[in-house]
Nanobody, 116 residues
Framework: QVQLVESGGGLVQPGGSLRLSCAAS????????MGWYRQAPGKQRELVAS???????NYVDSVKGRFTISRVNPKNTVYLQMNSLKPEDTAVYYCNAKRGATWEYWGQGTQVTVSS
């Protein structure tokens, strides 16, 4: 079955950077819109960033100018470069994929903790 495997999470100080990776398998990766959601304790899950098959991008306002989503189709991988991290970015980050309106596939998540 389709697998999305995230990596790159961890503990970082405020102002620091992390790059998350999501490797997809058993999926026609290049035709899917890929996204990164996050969920913090006690908060609703939110879509942080997405990238379409033709590399159009969207970001939630709170990360604009700090986060960059990108994809490398030959590697079936999507990235989330996170700079100038803030404590409020602390969450579990999930990779996901869709072709239509509904996110079809989800990864298991990777923890990002921003703390001094």
């Amino acid at each position: 079955q389709v697998q999305l495997v995230e990596s790159g999470g961890g503990l970082v100080q405020p102002g620091g950077s992390l790059r998350l990776s999501c490797a997809a398998s058993r999926i026609a990766f290049s035709i899917y819109t890929m996204g990164w959601y996050r969920q913090a304790p006690g908060k609703q899950r939110e879509l942080v960033a997405s990238i379409t098959s033709d590399t159009g991008t969207n970001y939630v306002d709170s990360v604009k100018g700090r986060f960059t989503i990108s994809r490398v189709n030959p590697k079936n991988t999507v990235y989330l470069q996170m700079n100038s991290l803030k404590p409020e970015d602390t969450a579990v980050y999930y990779c996901n994929a869709k072709r239509g309106a509904t996110w079809e596939y989800w990864g298991q998540g990777t923890q990002v903790t921003v703390s001094s």
